[in-house]
């Protein structure tokens, strides 16, 4: 199985002002990710892991510091950030794969 991109940086515009926002934000949490600390300029992949059928989602996560506040990354003089993967527990709507920008 090839990687299926569950989110488009690029469709973010359209993204924001529809229900796919809140379905967005609730499929994260039921992989365990944070939506809030996730970049709406980066990509979010469910990439296959072995040839068994295993998947992961890959993302982009904002670092926190001690305090759990984001911070700034001062050799690029922009947000903290760090690739993740995390094991896929919860499916996409099959509705959204191949029609990030519906």
């Known amino acids: 199985m090839d990687e299926e991109t569950v989110y ?4 973010w515009p359209v993204v924001a002002c529809s ?3 809140s ?8 992989n365990g990710v944070d939506p809030t600390a996730v970049p709406v300029g980066e990509d979010v ?8 059928g295993e998947r ?6 904002l670092l926190r ?3 759990g ?4 990354d001062e050799d690029t003089d922009g947000a903290a950030q760090a690739a993740c993967m995390v094991p896929l527990v919860a ?6 794969l191949g029609k990030e920008s519906s």
């Open 8 to 11: 488009d940086a690029d469709t």
């Open 19 to 21: 229900e796919r926002r």
């Open 23 to 30: 379905e967005l934000c609730d499929w994260l949490r039921a």
């Open 45 to 52: 992949t469910i990439e296959p892991l072995t040839l068994g």
């Open 56 to 61: 992961a989602i890959h993302y982009t996560v």
């Open 65 to 67: 510091n001690a305090e």
């Open 69 to 72: 506040h984001f911070y700034r």
């Open 91 to 96: 499916q996409p709507p099959p509705h959204w």
